[in-house]
């Protein structure tokens, strides 16, 4: 197959949608990774299993209509300072009491 010549108009705007493609990608790894930290700290301060901190943190999300990457920074931002909103706070409080905490086989009875 012949390549036909490009304009430079075209190779200029190829890249500059590359570009943007790749400005993308970067944001979703970013989100993600906050996303998973946040399960983190729901699992180990909830003692739920990781399942569940994701079910928490969408329920959270979707009960607050706060996006769930702007909920996970001000999860892992109260499990820095201890601080977070409280409309946040009593949402997450009522989940974790409604889904945990999970019982560690082996572990000695909760109270």
Request: proline share 7%.
């Amino acid at each position: 197959m012949a390549r036909v010549p490009r304009e430079p108009g075209d190779e200029t705007a190829r890249i500059l949608q590359l570009q943007q493609e790749v400005d993308q990608l970067k944001e979703a790894v970013a989100s993600h990774a906050v996303v998973d930290q946040s399960i983190g700290v729901i699992v180990a301060l909830g003692r739920v299993t990781p399942d569940e901190g994701w079910v928490i943190l969408k329920e959270v999300s979707q009960h607050t209509n706060i996006k769930l990457r702007n909920v996970s920074e001000l999860i892992l931002i109260w499990g820095r300072s201890g601080e977070m909103p409280e409309q946040i706070r009593a949402e997450l409080e009522a989940l974790l009491d409604q889904h945990g905490p999970t019982q560690i086989p082996g572990a000695p009875p909760l109270e």
